[in-house]
């Protein structure tokens, strides 16, 4: 599938399967997820920002 960003990573989940944020390796989805969106909108969840939308 194509992804229409330039920020685009592969991250190999070797110890899931089906529903991997279920699974063994929910917790790294989570934490590159967060890291994800903390790099596109550094302020979205601090105290005192707002949505801007």
């Keep these: 599938s194509r992804v229409s960003s330039t920020d685009v990573?592969?991250?190999l989940l070797e110890q899931s399967?089906?529903?991997a944020t279920l699974d063994h390796d929910a917790e790294r989805i989570f934490d590159e997820s967060?890291?994800?969106?903390g790099r596109l909108a550094p302020n979205v969840g601090?105290?005192?920002s707002t949505s801007g939308g």
């Design 9 to 11: 990573s592969e991250i």
């Design 17 to 19: 399967y089906h529903v």
């Design 34 to 37: 967060y890291r994800f969106i």
């Design 46 to 48: 601090m105290k005192g």
